[in-house]
């Protein structure tokens, strides 16, 4: 089969030919050429020694960043390509990364040290293959299975465990059986893994299109670093707004979700709070109030944990703290929440409802989803019109109010509030005269208090 390969990848190919040595591209880019996906990048192996590949480049712009692992990086038209040479890792006394690097001859050693079949096929620019672990058929087949024995290799390196799963998800691959007991069995092996490591994994899985029945089948490797799910992995609610348990709620949640790591987060952590919030009436249906603000307590514990950058961090806690909150279809509730939060969260935040909503019993929540298109499309009305939804949109500005006989300092801003208050509400108008004549009965109920 004959794959688009660029040009700077067959110049290098071409290269390291001429000069006597053995190269290939490996790794990501041949799986996703096999799965008819273009790569984001072209890593190449060759049995040349890191010197060498300097030698056959010694022209261009090398970047020798990782050389002490045998990584030699080439530019080549303004792109980088990574060529390193074929290795073996020794063994990981620190179950974290390899005692060393050893080089080897042999292209099958280098392959031998990769993690699932679909990463350890090497391709030569004419599209031959060289597959000793049947990466290319279980590529065919959508499975995920580790090279070799799946325990030790999982021992080796825990990390393994979360790119198995990332896989799993953005692909909709299934994790061979194998393969998957031995993830189960290792997961304490994330322990080990730094918290950025799971994290920048945890965000490609989170948005990738399987991510629901990832959840749905490791939910005890999500809790060993984060054991917060626990509780609500086994949460049961009676109730006949749900029929569901907990988790499988939440996984509904997700799914429905855009695919966006900030709303995925939400959803994954929305109801993380409920189990602690638990009561049950005479009646047997079970209430969780105040679960909003013990999620976001809890969330925010459990993203910093997980080194999340605070800008992720503040948005999710803010969807999940209101994700409960009532919201009428109408125009002061809309331009009140507008205002509050921003368009950008205000538009999340129904994103979130309405996820919250399909997750839930949907006989009951059919109006409510209605209802939710409906506060979009207002919205966006309010938007389009321009409507005043900010101090700074305000037809008045803080020199009016002192004119108008306000002493500067803190009660001019309260005065602005004020005005913008009336407006979100529908009581004003947006107008110079209508604003001056409502500065005054504000001044009025601030000398009355
Ligand atoms: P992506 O599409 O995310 O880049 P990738 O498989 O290319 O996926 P990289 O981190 O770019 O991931 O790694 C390149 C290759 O190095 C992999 O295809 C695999 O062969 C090997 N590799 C990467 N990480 C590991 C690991 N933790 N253990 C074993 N082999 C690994
Ligand atoms: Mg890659």
């Known amino acids: 089969m004959k794959f688009e390969i660029p040009a700077g990848a067959g110049y290098i190919l071409q290269t390291l030919a001429a000069a006597g040595h053995e190269g290939y591209l490996v790794g990501g880019c041949v799986r996703d050429l096999l799965r008819g996906v273009e790569p984001h990048d072209w890593d190449i192996c060759t049995s040349a020694l890191p010197e060498e590949t300097e030698k056959c480049f010694a022209g261009r712009r090398i970047l020798g960043t990782g050389l002490k692992h045998g990584t030699v990086t080439v530019l080549v038209e303004g792109e980088p390509y990574e060529i390193t040479t074929y290795r073996r890792e020794g063994p990981y006394s620190d179950r974290r990364r390899p005692d060393y690097v050893r080089f080897v001859p042999d292209l099958a050693e280098d392959l031998a040290r990769r993690d699932f079949t679909m990463n350890a096929i090497a391709m030569d620019l004419d599209g031959n293959l060289r597959d000793p672990f049947g990466g290319a058929e279980d590529i065919r087949a959508g499975l995920i299975r580790c090279v070799g024995e799946p325990d030790p290799r999982f021992q080796e390196d825990g990390l393994r465990v979360m790119r198995a799963l990332r896989f799993a998800a953005v692909f909709g691959y299934e994790i061979e059986a194998h393969t998957a007991r031995a993830i189960h069995e290792n997961r304490a092996m994330l322990d080990r893994v730094a918290a950025e490591r799971i994290n920048a994994e945890l965000r490609k899985l989170l948005a990738g299109k399987d991510a629901g029945n990832v959840l749905r089948q490791y939910p005890d490797v ?7 799910l626990g509780p609500l992995v086994t949460l049961e609610q009676h109730s006949p707004w749900h029929c569901r348990g907990g988790w499988e709620h939440t996984i509904h949640a997700v799914e429905a979700a855009p695919a966006d790591v900030a709303l995925r987060l939400a959803m994954l952590l929305h109801d ?7 009561s049950t009436d005479e009646q047997g249906v079970d209430h969780f109030y105040g679960h909003p603000a013990v999620s976001a307590r809890l969330a925010d ?45 205000f538009f999340q935040l129904l994103e979130v409802k309405r996820a919250d909503n399909m997750g839930q019993n949907l006989e009951k929540v059919r109006g409510r989803l209605a209802e939710l298109g409906e506060i979009r499309a207002q919205a966006e009305r309010i938007l389009a019109e321009k409507q005043c939804l900010t101090l700074k949109d305000l037809a008045v500005n803080g020199r009016d109010v002192i004119a108008a006989g306000i002493e500067p300092g803190p009660e001019v801003g309260q005065v602005l509030e004020g005005l913008l208050k009336r407006i979100l509400d529908g009581e004003i108008q947006n107008q110079r005269n209508a604003l001056l004549k409502g500065i005054n009965s504000i001044k009025q109920q601030l000398l009355r208090q």
């Open 222 to 228: 999500f809790c060993q670093f984060w054991p917060q």
């Open 272 to 278: 993380i709070g409920k189990p602690a919030c638990k």
């Open 301 to 345: 514990e459990m993203l910093q944990a997980l080194k999340f950058d605070s800008k992720t961090r503040e948005r999710v806690v803010l969807l999940v703290k209101r994700h409960d909150v009532p919201l009428p279809p109408t125009g002061p509730a809309i331009r009140r929440w507008l205002s509050r939060l921003g368009p950008e969260a």
